[in-house]
């Protein structure tokens, strides 16, 4: 048998339980478990329209928000059409579009780990169907701004649907909900994926969702499984909407904490760029594989690309001061490091 894993680090899980609140109602609707779920899950979208302020039929629930990308996948792909996506991100999206008998182009990201979005505007074609932007990203936790953003969507052509990815935006803060009716009825071609996943810690109940126009999301919704929405997730969601303001204090401790392991990590010599997920990233030429190899001897998971980064979510104080501890004897290269380190251009710099 395996030597035991002391904290599980490697995918971008929040290191709490659900609330005593969340638990309770997971009991009661378990008491319930010979009953079938809502045969679509309507209360449940109007509920999460409701919290999000935009109007019911602009809510679009799936298995997870990988399943309603896939959802959405199915409404628009045709078989040979192509998804465009940077490389890396979520190792899904590729998966997802094989499934839908579509062709997923890659484009590298920048060397600080951006998304390049003018190289993502150029893959476009008249086979394109869906471009997919992660924001926060997932590895590097960059962000888009929002006028690039701007710029980008005004660029893209309607025949495209923009996915974007916003499973971490709640650690990145700055999301103003007011803002989404709006935003939503100006990108008519733009898919809002949020997930109970990551900032909501539900990620075993599978429950996450798009927020849309309403002619997309009636064409994702087409894709619903019948009863596919299980009971228990959806009383756990319900509750967690009610315990909003106790989850919104857990994730500030996550953002806390992301920023105190980024800065010690600094000051132990590591360049590490300002992230908005709830994970930090450390890329090659510092010795990643080396970390992932002092990770491991401290029983710490943690998600490691060879030769290329490691991911490290985000974790409670005793996880990230585990963390801290195992990385502390591996230094960085000295390069101009105290000014890149902190996400400032270093003029010459390598990266
Ligand atoms: N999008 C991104 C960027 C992710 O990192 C993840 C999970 N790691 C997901 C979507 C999927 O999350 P879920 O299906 O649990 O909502």
């Known amino acids: 048998m395996g030597v ?27 008491a319930e478990a010979h009953r079938y779920p809502q045969f679509y899950p309507d209360e449940l979208a109007e509920r999460i329209a409701e919290w999000c302020r935009v109007a019911p039929d602009s809510v679009a629930v799936g298995s997870g928000s990988v399943g309603v990308a896939l959802q959405l996948l199915q409404a628009v792909m045709e078989p040979g059409a192509t998804m465009v996506h940077a490389w890396r991100t979520f190792d899904a999206y590729p998966l997802l579009a094989t499934m839908v008998g579509a062709h997923a182009v890659p ?5 600080e780990g951006h998304q390049n979005l003018d190289a993502l505007l150029a893959a476009l074609d008249h086979g394109t169907r869906v471009v997919v932007v992660c924001n926060p990203h997932n590895p590097t936790g960059s962000r888009v701004a929002v006028d690039a953003l701007s710029a980008f969507l005004r660029r893209v052509p309607r025949h495209v649907t923009v996915l974007l990815d916003e ?34 810690g539900l990620a075993a109940l599978r429950i996450g969702y798009g927020l849309g126009a309403p002619a997309l999301v009636e064409r994702i919704r087409r894709q619903q499984l019948p009863f596919g929405i299980n009971a228990v997730a959806t009383a756990a969601v319900k509750a967690s909407l009610r315990a909003d303001s106790e989850l919104r204090l857990r994730v500030d401790t996550i953002v806390t904490e992301r920023e105190r392991l980024r800065h010690e990590l600094v000051d132990l010599g590591w360049h590490v760029r300002p992230g908005y997920a709830n994970s930090v990233w450390l890329a090659a030429p510092d010795p990643v594989d080396e970390g992932a190899a002092a990770l491991t001897d401290a029983r710490v998971l943690t998600r490691h690309y060879p030769g290329e980064g490691l991911r490290v979510t985000v974790g409670d104080r005793r ?33």
Do not use: C, I, W
């Open 167 to 200: 499973a971490y935006v709640e650690f990145a803060g700055d999301a103003d909900p007011s803002d989404t009716p709006a935003f939503l009825a100006a990108h008519p071609n733009v898919l809002v994926l949020r997930t109970f996943s990551k900032a909501y």
């Open 107 to 111: 484009v590298a990201l920048s060397p």
């Open 319 to 351: 996880a990230n001061d585990t963390v801290l501890a195992a990385l502390a004897g591996l230094r960085a290269p000295a390069r101009g490091e105290s000014l890149s380190a902190r996400g400032e251009p270093v003029p010459g710099a390598p990266r």
């Open 4 to 30: 035991p894993v002391l904290h599980r680090l490697a995918l971008n899980e929040s290191p709490y339980p659900p609330l005593p609140s969340v638990r309770k109602a997971m009991q009661q609707a378990v």
